[in-house]
């Protein structure tokens, strides 16, 4: 069998992705979680007495805790595969994997488990993440000066 005749046979199998609907349901639940997301910052804003900037630190540090405990608990995969990418924002997802990464890892030791393999999933949005940021701050520097 040849690797055509094989990706025929899977894709027969397989079931197909309802790409549309799956683009509604990420915009929406995205929608809730950019709302849900300004609520608490008016309520971070208006109990701690905050400006805006201070006060989305700590809806940054809520969100992180929330996907943490949720990945812990086992719940944030079932979201997920619910609510498609609208739960995978930067924040959530890469939270979600440095947990993941710790949980998987834990019984080798905080050092050569969770230490040596928390970044083995965001490290390589880390490392694209930074070196793009590199390269667009020398081109901005170029044509628009320092």
Do not use: W
């Amino acid at each position: 069998m040849n690797k055509k005749e094989y990706q025929k046979l899977i894709d027969n199998v397989c079931p197909k992705p309802n790409k549309i609907k799956n683009g509604i349901v990420a915009f929406l639940v995205g929608g809730l979680m950019g709302l849900g997301s300004e609520f608490l910052l008016e309520l971070y804003k208006i109990i701690f007495n905050l400006p805006r900037k201070e006060a989305g630190v700590l809806v940054i540090i809520t969100l992180i805790i929330i996907s943490s405990i949720l990945t812990a608990l086992g719940v944030f995969d079932v979201l997920v595969s619910k609510a498609k990418a609208g739960l995978i924002i930067p924040i959530t997802g890469f939270a979600h994997s440095m947990t993941s990464a710790a949980i998987d890892y834990k019984n080798e030791g905080l050092v050569l488990g969770i230490g040596a393999n928390i970044f083995k999933l965001a490290g390589s949005v880390l490392l694209y993440g930074i070196v793009s940021v590199y390269i667009f701050g020398l081109i901005r520097l170029m044509f628009m000066g320092g």
